[in-house]
């Protein structure tokens, strides 16, 4: 699934793409691609028509482009393999298209929601005081995000009888990191995935949060990670960051610092690759937390 790297590549290129621009039609082909939108495929169209996108803007892995008065949005999530590409309208459809956007004027371009296993899709939603889609209002921030408080999310790690992979993963904590960099972030630490975050001192958290931030602006700079052609940014290109990891994907390759053979070991429903030697389990019995939410981040779950 597309992290926050991969779905800012993607809100950079609506944003240069479509800001400003209003909607002429909309022609939704498939329905599963509008399922979150309650009131189905034809209201979805018919609202959207006529509207003027603003500023394309992300939190986490979900971004949303203002529509109008910014009253309302255009919420998107990918999912595992959705693509929100800007096309020539006389573009050859492709073959998982699911919903086009035309505009009212004469660029010579549409949007069009392309995704093949259908687990992501469109809807149009509200917006809090906050400027935030209401259906996302509880998301926490992400680690890119000026208004991040690091302070916050140490003593929430403190608190939480849980490990540090399951916290960064967890969306009501920090919003936009995925298994591939959070396996890269704690490689970088030299923590196991296991470790507990009651364990965790303020600056290991903060030598941690910064990683995150490392390793994702790095994934930014590159275009964002493509192991297949499912993940492109706008225009339809991969990114290249694959290239980089030094942790994800790579079982029995030696370790980049010390030449160790990396492992993966399954982890709730997915994969985690680390180093046995640089990132040791932690000791049977360390402690776990004194409780599973911070007062900080009590409401917020995902």
Not at 57 to 83: C, F, I, N, T
Not at 282 to 291: D, T
């Amino acid at each position: 699934m597309p992290e926050l790297p991969e779905v800012e590549v993607v809100r950079r290129g609506l944003d240069r793409w479509t800001s400003g621009r209003t909607v002429a039609d909309v022609e939704v082909l498939h329905p599963r691609a509008v399922r979150r939108h309650i009131a189905g495929s034809t209201d979805f169209a018919a609202r959207l028509g006529g509207s003027r996108f603003g500023r394309a803007m992300r939190r986490g892995k979900y971004l949303w482009v203002p529509l109008d008065e910014a009253s309302s949005s255009l919420l998107g999530h990918l999912g595992m393999s959705g693509q929100l590409l800007v096309q020539p309208q006389d573009a050859p459809d492709e073959k998982h298209l699911r919903i086009r956007i035309r505009f009212d004027d004469t660029l010579g371009t549409e949007l069009r929601f392309v995704d093949q296993r259908t687990f992501g899709g469109l809807s149009l939603h509200e917006n809090t005081a906050d400027g935030l889609p209401d259906t996302i209002a509880h998301i926490a921030r992400d680690p890119l995000d000026p208004a991040f408080d690091d302070a916050a999310f140490h003593a929430a790690l403190r608190l939480r009888r849980t490990t540090v992979k399951r916290a960064l993963l967890d969306q009501s904590l920090i919003s936009g990191v995925g298994n591939i960099y959070a396996d890269e972030a704690l490689w970088r630490t030299k923590l196991h995935y296991d470790r507990p975050t009651a364990t965790l001192t303020r600056p290991r958290s903060a030598e941690l949060l910064g990683h995150v931030r490392d390793v994702m602006n790095a994934a930014l700079d590159q275009g964002g990670t493509s192991f297949d052609s499912l993940y492109v940014n706008v225009n339809g290109e991969s990114g290249y960051f694959d290239r980089s990891l030094d942790a994800y994907g790579r079982e029995g390759e030696p370790c980049h610092r010390c030449g160790t053979p990396m492992r993966r070991r399954p982890w709730m429903n997915r994969s985690s690759y680390f180093c046995p030697r640089c990132q040791r389990p932690p000791r049977l019995g360390a402690p776990s937390g004194r409780s599973n939410r911070s007062p900080q981040l009590s409401r917020a779950s995902s």
